[in-house]
């Protein structure tokens, strides 16, 4: 079971879903994520990862006791070829505005200009790269434990 700070996680695995146009940085966050316990499915393509969240979202919806478990939290890059995640974030919300964001840059973006530049999109953290998988870990196990309503608190690096 997760468990940060004697708090443990909602769900007995959490779900994630990984998207950067990036295959090593893909491997190397998914090997992280996974050895910290989370289940992980990552992508390099946003058409792609998107048309996979949408299928799992409806099939969420089906009521069988064998259907997929919905993502607890989506991690996207922010810079891609195809979409950029903040489109990827927005299709997302649409999809399930329940669902966890957290955007990744290698580029430095404040909150408050960020929230300026983009006010309406939803996200739950936006975090710089490089980025170190125990903090990584910790930032993701923070955002799953977290009681508050999506977005309601974002931690930014």
């Not at 996680?9 to 994520?33: F, K, N, R, Y």
């Not at 919300?93 to 964001?101: E, L, M, P, T, Y």
């Not at 799953?144 to 977005?151: F, H, M, Q, T, V």
Request: no cysteine; net charge negative; hydrophobic share 45%.
């Amino acid at each position: 079971m997760l468990s940060r700070n004697g708090q443990t996680l909602p769900e007995m695995q959490a779900t994630i879903l990984l998207l950067d146009d990036e295959p090593d940085i893909t491997s190397i966050m998914s090997v992280g994520l996974k050895s910290a316990g989370f289940a992980v499915d990552a992508f390099n393509d946003p058409i792609e990862a998107l048309s996979h969240f949408e299928a799992v979202a409806l099939a969420t919806l089906g009521g069988a006791a064998s259907r997929p478990k919905a993502y607890d939290l989506v991690i996207s890059d922010i810079r891609m070829a195809g979409m950029s995640g903040f489109d990827f974030a927005r299709k997302v919300n649409a999809i399930d505005s329940k669902v966890r964001i957290m955007l990744v840059t290698a580029y430095e973006v404040k909150k408050e200009e960020f929230d300026k530049v983009i006010p309406s999109l939803r996200i739950d953290a936006l975090i710089n790269k490089p980025i170190s998988m125990t903090r990584l870990n910790d930032l993701v196990s923070a955002l799953l434990i977290s009681k508050e309503e999506p977005a309601k608190k974002v931690f930014s690096i």
